[in-house]
């Protein structure tokens, strides 16, 4: 298995461009089976993830032809027989979940295993399966498959709400089974992440009715066709913000180039608040370090609020700062894996319940650590680039399922990071660990 080793102490300083995001491709392949019309998907990053997508939609009859290269996917789903999406597959990942409202709506009848177990805690579907249920799917759990079947969806005025809040692939999942049910469907309580406006407005180019975009109401009016579209997916937030804080942590200036700034106006806050200096434009975030952080409070928290995807590698930064930071996770129930290896390094992190409080230390040094989920590794990789001496972050299958490449582009802002390459775990040896 790869890892990285790091020589810590190096300030990273240039400019890095953003790649398509993770969160907003994986949903948006699976809308390829609500048609049988080619989906050309552009922008789309080099990813494990994205690579085990593929896996899953070619197991229910799709052809994919992906250019790697150009970042150009192209998707056409018109067999449709298969209806079973396997446990070798949706293990891997949890956004292979979002093949259940297409299929339904498309094939009336689903076969999909459910999403593996989770290190960063238990995500359960329930929200989705209740969801399919009141546009009106028959439904059966059966040896760890979902087994759902229709003879015609039904719009519905559906609550979708966990004690977190919304539910972000569940919204994807209810709204395109809805394109193509019969009559009106209300989403109330629905996610609003910029990768949920993403993907409603792919489905409006494929011909569904949607208002309320970007809200907290979805009013989706289901049509009996949906057809082929070409689209550039948006730039990856938590990229963009993981970037800003690598420039941050390593008391660098770094520039981030094709982002949505607006996207990321909390963690931009934060930052501040941790006396970074950061300045932003249409499409890019500057961030110079302080000679010293300020601690600060932070609490994760549905879209626009502080995104949970970027609260390890915010701590990682926050073991650096003066005083002691109070980190809130309101979106997960147990996401603090990345703490007993932040400890490795010299951080002083007390776990109370789902807070971290956080006792800033002058200096982190290097120390072997475990890579166990995705945003988590990347936490440790930020560390391991401000400790002093070397760091080997063991593991890093978990970082590709994320991050493309995010080695070479560390080394282009001065990073000293090297990837040693051993075997690459087989993909049935790789657990659903986040994402
Ligand atoms: N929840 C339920 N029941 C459900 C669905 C969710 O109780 O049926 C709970 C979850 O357990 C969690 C909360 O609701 O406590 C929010 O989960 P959500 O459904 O919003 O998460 P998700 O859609 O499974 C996506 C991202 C995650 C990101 C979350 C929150 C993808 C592929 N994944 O997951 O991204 O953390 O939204 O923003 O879009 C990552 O990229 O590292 C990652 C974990």
């Known amino acids: ?77 018109d067999d449709e027989a298969p209806i079973t999406a396997p446990y070798e597959l949706m293990k891997t990942m949890r956004a292979s979940i979002c093949v259940l409202g297409p299929l339904l709506a498309k094939r009336k009848r689903a076969r999909v295993s459910m999403p593996g177990g989770c290190v960063i805690g238990v995500r359960p579907i329930d929200l989705h399966l209740r969801g399919m249920e009141q546009l009106g799917a028959a439904i059966d759990v059966r040896a760890g498959y979902v087994e759902a079947s229709t003879t015609q969806l039904r719009g519905s005025t559906l609550f979708l709400g966990s004690s977190a809040g919304s539910t972000v692939l569940g919204t994807a999942n209810v709204v395109m089974a809805a394109t193509l049910a019969d009559g009106e469907t209300v989403l109330e309580n629905s996610a609003q992440e910029p990768e949920v406006v993403d993907l409603c407005n792919v489905l409006v180019k494929m ?30 937030r938590i990229e963009a913000g993981t970037f800003a804080i690598a420039g941050a942590i390593t008391g660098g200036d770094v520039t981030v180039r094709g982002c949505e700034p607006r996207d990321l106006l909390a963690l931009i806050e934060r930052l501040r ?99 166990s989920d995705l945003r988590g590794s990347a936490a440790l990789v930020l560390a391991g680039m401000a400790a002093e001496g070397e760091t080997a972050v063991d593991r890093v299958y978990h970082i590709d399922r994320g991050y493309e490449r995010i080695d070479e582009r560390l080394r282009l802002l001065g990073a000293k990071i090297d990837r040693c390459t051993a075997d690459v775990p087989p993909l049935s040896m790789v657990a659903n660990s986040g994402g």
């Open 273 to 371: 608040a941790a006396a970074v200096d950061v300045t932003y434009g249409n499409d890019w975030i500057r961030v110079c370090a302080p000679r010293r952080f300020r601690s600060i409070d932070v609490t994760t928290l549905p879209h626009p609020g502080f995104p949970t995807d970027l609260q390890a590698q915010l701590m990682a930064l926050l073991c650096l700062a003066d005083g002691i930071s109070m980190l809130h996770e309101r979106i997960y129930q147990d996401r603090f894996i990345h703490v007993a290896e932040l400890h490795r390094m010299g951080a002083r992190i007390r776990k109370e319940g789902s807070t971290a409080i956080i006792e800033g230390v002058a200096r982190l040094s290097g120390a072997p650590v475990m890579a």
């Open 1 to 77: 298995m790869d890892r990285f080793v790091i020589q810590g102490g190096q300030r990273l300083s240039g400019e890095v461009q953003v790649g398509g995001a993770k969160n907003s491709v994986l949903p948006i392949m699976a809308a390829a089976l609500l048609t049988d019309e080619e989906l050309v998907i552009r922008r789309v990053p080099r990813l494990r993830d994205v690579a085990s997508q593929v896996k899953v939609l070619q197991s229910l009859g799709a052809r994919v032809l992906h250019d790697e290269q150009q970042g150009i996917l192209k998707i056409r789903c």
């Open 207 to 236: 011909g569904a009715q949607i208002d309320g975009i970007g809200s907290h109401c979805l009013r989706i009016t289901g049509v009996k066709k949906l057809h082929g579209v070409d689209h550039a997916v948006i730039p990856d």
